[in-house]
């Protein structure tokens, strides 16, 4: 099983709400990312969780709060977003050498 | 982190083959990714080099890297038209993984 799976692929959500982004990975691997992607952009890294323990935070605004519940999850949380965090949220895992896997992503759009 | 760049747009004529250029500046990075993403999907992973190799064959896919000049190239023979997509290269170095810019490849029937 090599998959990541992301859910939802789509969420719409209004500046006040409050939702979560899931992705999950069944492969053993003990990094695991959030990336946001801009469209005709590459992807900027987010976050690292190694061992479950976030590694590495790029000075993303707290509105984005990330969580790993386990070594098999990972999630998001979003609160009161802006219209220019619309994007498409990508996560992936890793175990070097074998390179990241990557989830299809959650489209989001924040009204 | 590492700074990654690449040029832009790449075209070619099917049959022809591909060669995707990448520079790095992080010279600590331990092993170089290319991905390939077509539109409205994730990064699919198509191949990897440690830094201490020069070169990598994977079927029609070959990488070749020059830690002296910090150059990573992937070079794609008998370019299809299904590979036409976005070609991102990635360094990484303990969990940090950053991409380049993307290079989209267009390839002419």
């Known amino acids: 099983d090599t998959e990541v799976t992301q859910t939802p692929k789509h969420l719409v959500m209004g500046m006040t709400n409050k939702k979560s982004l899931k992705c999950e990975q069944h492969?053993?691997?003990?990094?695991m990312y959030w990336y946001k992607q801009k469209a005709k952009k590459p992807p900027e890294l987010m976050f690292v969780?190694?061992?479950?323990?976030?590694?590495i935070n790029e000075s993303v605004p707290s509105r984005f709060s990330p969580e790993c519940p386990n070594s098999s999850l990972l999630n998001l949380h979003l609160h009161a977003l802006q219209p220019e965090d619309s994007a498409l949220y990508l996560c992936?895992?890793?175990?070097?050498?074998?390179?990241?896997?990557f989830g299809q992503g959650t489209r989001l759009t924040v009204v | 982190g590492e700074d990654v760049e690449q040029s832009l747009f790449l075209s070619v004529r099917e049959g022809d083959s591909s060669v995707i250029n990448c520079t790095y500046t992080?010279?600590?990075?331990?092993?170089l990714y290319w991905y390939k993403q077509e539109p409205g999907a994730g990064l699919q992973l198509l191949t990897y080099?440690?830094?201490?190799?020069d070169m990598k064959q994977d079927q029609r896919l070959t990488v070749l890297l020059n830690k002296k000049d910090k150059h990573l190239s992937l070079r794609i023979a008998d370019t299809q038209t299904g590979d036409s997509a976005i070609y991102f290269c990635?360094?990484?170095?303990?969990?940090?993984?950053?991409f380049g810019a993307g290079t989209r490849l267009t390839v002419k029937p």
């Open positions: 080099i440690f830094s201490n190799m």
């Open positions: 969780y190694s061992y479950e323990k976030l590694s």
């Open positions: 992080d010279s600590s990075s331990t092993y």
């Open positions: 990635a360094g990484y170095n303990n969990n940090d993984m950053r």
């Open positions: 492969m053993g691997h003990r990094a």
């Open positions: 992936a895992s890793s175990q070097p050498p074998g390179g990241a896997f």
